[in-house]
């Protein structure tokens, strides 16, 4: 219950509409009221004698207040349920504006069926609340209220008796409340889990499919169905008793009601007529407790919705702009020039050093070729380099500043990036090249996608550089794929361009097409390259191995070379390889 | 970023809504007896509420006003015991709907997701993952209302209904037709309202679907809009989305909201109406006063139902059109199915023949033009070809994943058309070029559930694959954690795990696509001499850009735009002076340069 008090922000926001709501539904309550009132004189009248005309005048009364009744009735929807609405489209725009600035680590945490459960089913229950919620409350508080108080008026003792039964529905209410909180909970997180299966399964369809696991998978998702399936049945069996208790309750006041009522007539305290006008009331009590049954289960509903919530929304995201930040520094006046110092690295769930104690320099201006085995900490390293994870020792410098001063996004603005595995949006060629900047330049596609090589493949598309892509670029082949990510970074024109093992996937003939191409790309631009071959990174000015955590190697190929390590071996390898061909 | 096709989604089959209500009702057939006791139970509920009220009066009439205390409490306690039991009831039928409507949604659930298993990958080219899962969630979940309560009340509404009319009609006919007078109106109101909210409903699960695809698009793909610092566009462009939900979304509220008072008024109205005519009666004496206060009684008492009714008509609203999208999805055929005469193939040999064989993805923009090739059983063939000149898409074609236009396929003389998809699949593994990892742990990766996969099989796969190094790092080895699509690994050691995925399997067929594209090259050194052994006597194909990967294949097979350009031995196609001797000078060179 408590997680609500979450929402009390965003619920300010609507003040006013919400006031307006709450005087249309007394108004409306109020004149539908009216309604049963004009019936009961009209046949009164009638009773006594009366003209035609008169009877016209009653029945256009009724339907006058009903007309009335019904447009506040409309007004109070448009107001309440809108704004519950609005609070929807508050939350869950709050909430996308949260996520996105998470750090990956967030995301390495979080499946991806969980954030969309989040955002769409908990976000939905909240509003169900909200809406609703609220609008019954308010109907439910203010129809007591009166009813209550006219029962006091009526005989205060009947009164007593009547509510007599109160302090057990609280206690229920309390109780009942407690379990559906819980049990929805666990029907919550169940969905989220129904949810990241499916997106897993149908993420990796291919794989499903090429390994016939269709089955297996069909299985799987049945248990978490069936899971799913048991919480919420488990959900209905404690929500299920809500409705039937309240009306049984209420039936409880009307026995307790006649009969020491009864009594008190057979002792000549009351009169049957004003007992009969009590029961009338009593009788009006009852749709109120059971909405009231129901608005419970709607909070307890979306209670846990709420806590799930707060649970993300509650994370400071740890990478971001703090007090440390420098805002004078513009993308302008960044030139490139990068320094690692002493920098250790560990993963947040990892358990050992990726990187200890780096020491590199890259001048302004000159290429880095970063070589060694898979997993020996390459993309870690410049990961470090655009704070996608922020280092746990030392200090990484740009400019002789270092990077935790420079604004998050200036950094990342200046920082190119060709990721190790291609990720493209669907949406066309041209959208994808132009990435980084919000107005497309046609000619500068161009020359990025020529720039990558991938002109010539582009031109051959029906559709051109409007030709959409599947989700990942799933409808482009492999080295399209890596091509096309090559001509993103181009497009950004950064200040620092950064390879990961970017030229794995395309062929010898257009890799050298590339490189070529990106030396002019490169010059005047600090640059680091990734690659397992010697042959695109022996031009660098200068060159590292990484192994065991640590830098093992550095200088120009042909120093590595003369040095006979790590190096040396690897190039060996590479050259005896081409002899076995020749061979 | 999120022009994800949705003509696609908005082209939905516009279906007739007694078409689409009997496709869901086809799916309470299985529950029939429970519904049909749940009918019973509602019947019987209403049946005891109406005992209240007439105990009421006796206890007032007679009891109390004949100083009857023990009488009062025998009353009392009758009218205890009902109301326990009205309430234990009621409880059983909630209970028991909230079972039916869960059952029916989890077949529903599992038919979506079965369905979608057998779909072939040309669907999944187009559609985004984000509005699957929106079917097989949130769309489903919406036929819940429908599925449980629903129905099962609206008959005891339409029963009550016919009751009562039964009794206005026995006590004056003609006040029964002025009751009856504002029905046409009220069923006009209702066509109308149901048109608008139902094209609002449809829009609202676009935008839903929408919302997730977005959604689904982008968390997947945050490394990009972080790196390119796009957080404030990605924000704007889900906004949009989102504005456009909500915009749709007051729309239906505002539909209700003029709907339901418009109800109300019509009742009022009607009331009204009889109070109008019933007095004048009563004035001429044709009507007694009785008669038209217990005929105002009666007309509340019939309006509640139709109020619940009309309530009940547009959840139906927002349940037909969730289930026209489902529907939807589940009338798409699955473009590949195996044959009803299909050859049984259990265990291949290994040979793979394509004739004259013509592709294309879409229309006819062909990939593949005319391909011929012949492999032999147990042959070490490759392929290689600048990118994008068709490799990937021929080992498509071989596990028959998409169709193809013209030409046949065979596999040991038998063509693939006439052979299970299951078998043919069994005895090939393909690394695919995009590594794929699920969630679960190293192992889940490596046999995928299946567990004819022994522990020998794993253990080898990880020895031969150079994996060993690593999970002997891990401190709960081949036990340790995999996280979605192992986004905690190396885009190397994820390569591993699939390429140790393939090994496990044991095929006959085991085809490479760039399996080795993102490994080091000592580790690759030692993969090849592994693998060496591992492929005698399979069939096995090899793509790879570096020419060195394929040194002692039998055949290589050079591709260019689509089409086979040479096909011999290294040797032969070294003397040709051809394609792949340019290449090969090209790599050759540039590393001995070096
Ligand atoms: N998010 C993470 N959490 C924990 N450990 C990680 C994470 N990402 C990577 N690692 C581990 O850190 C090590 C270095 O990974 P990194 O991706 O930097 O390797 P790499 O040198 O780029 O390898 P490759 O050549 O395969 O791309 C690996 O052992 C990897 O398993
Ligand atoms: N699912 C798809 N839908 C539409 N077109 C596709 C699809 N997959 C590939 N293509 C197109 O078909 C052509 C051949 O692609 P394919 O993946 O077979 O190339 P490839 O030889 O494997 O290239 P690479 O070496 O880059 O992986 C490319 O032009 C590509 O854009
Ligand atoms: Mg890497
Ligand atoms: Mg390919």
Sequence with gaps: MKSLLSLLPYIKKYKKKLTLGFIFIVLSISFSSLFPLIVGNGIDAIKSGVTSSQIIFYSGMAIVAAL??????????????????????????????????????????????????????????IREFVGPGIMYTVQTFFRTLLTVSVMLYINPFLAMVALSPLPLISFIVYKVGRMTHARSLKVKESFADLTSKAQENLSGIRVVKSYIREKNEISEFYDISRDYFRKNLSLAKVQSFSFPMMYLLTGVSLVLVIYFGGIEIINNRLTLGNLSTFLIYLGLLTWPMIAFGWIINLTQRAAPSMQRLMMVMNMKPDIADNSETDNKITLDNIEGEIEFKNVSFKYPSGYTDVLKNINLKINKGTTLGIIGHTGSGKTTLINLLSRIYDISEGEILIDGKSIKQIPLRTLREAIGVVPQESFLFSTSIEKNIAYSHDNLDYDKVIE??????????????????????????????????????????????????????????????????????????????TSIIISHRISSIKNANNIIVLDGSAIKEQGTHNELISLGGIYYDLYQKQLLEEEIQES | MAEIKTKNDEQLHKKLDSYLLKR??????????????????????SALAAVRPRLTPIAIDDKIANKDIPGLQTIMLILFGTLMLQGVIQYAMTYLTSWIGQNIIMDLRMKIFEHL????????????????????TSDVEVLFDVFSSGLVTAFGDIFTLFWILYFMFTLDWHLGLVTLSILPFLIYATIIFRKKIRVSYSRVRLLISRLNSYLQEHITGVSIVHIFAKEKRTVNEFEEINQEHTRENKRSIFYYAIFFPIVELFLAVSSGLILWYGGGEVIQGAVSLGVLITFIQYSEMFFRPIRDLSEKYNVLQTAMASSERIFTLLDEKPA???????????????????????????????????????????????????????KTTIINLISKFYQINKGKICIDGININDIRQKDLRKNISVVLQDVFLFSGDIEKNITLGNNKITNEAVNHAIDQTGLRYFINSLPDGIHHKVNERGSTFSTGQRQLISFAR??????????????????????????????????????????????????TCDKIIVMHKGEIKEMGSHQELLDKRGLYYKLYQLQYKEDVSA
């Design chain 2, 117 to 136: 298993q057998n779909l072939h990958l040309k669907f999944y080219d187009k559609n985004p993952v984000g509005r699957l899962i929106t079917r097989v």
């Design chain 2, 24 to 45: 869901l009702i086809a799916y309470f057939k299985p529950y029939t007896r429970y519904i049909v006791l749940a009918v019973f139970l509602t019947i019987t509920v």
């Design chain 1, 448 to 525: 990025a996608a020529k720039s990558a090589s991938l002109y010539k493949d582009v031109e051959q598309f029906p559709e051109k550089f409007q030709t959409v892509v599947g989700e990942r670029g799933i409808t482009l082949s492999g080295g399209q794929k890596q091509r096309t990510s090559i001509a993103r970074a181009i497009y950004k024109n950064p200040k620092v361009l950064i390879l990961d093992d970017s030229l794995s996937a395309v062929d010898t003939h257009t890799e050298e097409e590339i490189l070529n191409e990106l030396k002019k790309v490169m010059k005047n631009r």
């Design chain 2, 336 to 390: 590949i199915v195996d044959k009803k005469d299909s050859v049984d193939f259990e265990q291949i040999k290994g040979s793979i023949e394509f004739k004259n064989v013509w592709f294309a993805y879409n229309n006819d923009d062909y990939v593949l033009k005319d391909i011929s090739f012949n492999i032999k059983e147990g042959e070490k063939v490759a392929f290689v070809g600048a990118t994008g000149s068709g």
């Design chain 1, 68 to 125: 009335i009744g019904g447009f506040f009735l409309y007004m109070v929807r448009q107001h309440i349920i809108v704004v519950s609405r609005e609070i929807e489209n508050d939350l869950r725009f709050d909430f996308f504006s949260h996520i996105v600035n998470m750090p990956r680590d967030f995301f390495n945490k979080n499946s991806t069926g969980n954030i969309m459960a989040l955002a769409t089913n908990d976000i939905n229950s």
């Design chain 2, 502 to 551: 393939a090994l496990a399997q044991d095929p006959k067929i085991l085809i490479l696509d760039e399996a080795t594209s993102n490994i080091d090259t000592t580790t690759e050194m030692l993969i090849q001499a592994a693998i060496k052994k591992l492929i005698e006597g399979r069939t096995s194909i090899v793509i790879a850009h570096r020419l060195s990967t394929i040194q």
